[in-house]
């Protein structure tokens, strides 16, 4: 297992990730989506764990270099305001093109986790890419201008009972909205968790009991959805 980055061909124009693959060899394609904070320590570790399961885990840097604290979550705030959501969806189309054409994974299909911010935008992305065939959403409830008819792969959804940004009844109005487009998905929520409860580098928010169970129900799904 090594994690690197690598450049890429997006819209005409070329974006940047890192990419986690399996020593063994490439494994099954995962693009992993950053929280409002950017590409951080903190998310290449988790495609590193990716990695150390068999998948190929490519996080796209969307913020282009630019790295918040975690004790900054009003820079953070702005900075998810002025994402352009159109841009970085190209720009995760261009990740799973990546992972398909370079060699890099194995596969005919890709699966995307995001967490947070990154959540909303995985959704996003299984409604652009005909090649998504797994989605799992993390705290994570859409974005504007998401066509959910779209997706074409099932959807896996991690929610905390208490998660004052992706609100019990965000997650209803999603749940009412994905059944309406007949994608098949399924939403858990974790008792006493809040939001942001798998970021083991924020232990005010982090829940470790619920971070496990929600990773292992993951591994399930993606194993479950992702041939190669």
């Known amino acids: 297992m090594a994690g690197r980055m690598v450049e890429f061909p997006s819209n005409g124009d070329t974006a940047s990730g890192y990419l986690s693959t399996p020593g063994a060899g490439p494994g099954p394609g995962l693009v992993v ?5 950017g590409l951080i320590d903190q998310i290449k570790r988790t495609a590193d764990r990716f990695a150390a399961e068999g998948f190929s885990a490519l ?3 969307l913020y282009h270099g630019r790295v918040i604290g975690l004790h900054e979550p009003d820079e953070a705030g702005k900075a998810l305001m002025a994402l352009d959501q159109e841009r970085a969806t190209k720009e995760l189309r261009g990740a ?3 992972l398909l054409s370079s060699g890099a994974a194995r596969g005919e299909h890709v699966g995307v986790v ?4 990154g959540g909303g935008l995985a959704i996003a992305l299984g409604a652009a890419h005909d090649r998504v065939s797994a989605v799992v959403s993390y705290y994570g409830v859409g974005m504007p201008e998401t066509d959910l008819s779209r997706i074409t792969g099932k959807l896996l959804g991690h929610y905390g009972e208490h998660d004052d940004m992706a609100t019990p ?22 008792p006493g968790a809040t ?17 496990r169970l929600a990773w292992a129900r993951t591994l399930e799904f993606l194993r479950a959805n992702l041939s190669g």
């Open 33 to 37: 989506i950053q929280e409002w904070w």
């Open 59 to 61: 996080v796209p840097d």
């Open 96 to 98: 799973v093109d990546y």
């Open 114 to 117: 995001g967490f947070c911010m």
């Open 169 to 190: 009844e965000a997650v209803r109005a999603l749940d009412e909205q994905l059944e309406a487009a007949s994608v098949p998905h399924t939403f858990h929520t974790y």
């Open 195 to 211: 939001h942001a409860f798998a970021n083991e580098d924020r232990p005010e928010v982090y829940d470790e009991v619920a971070e």
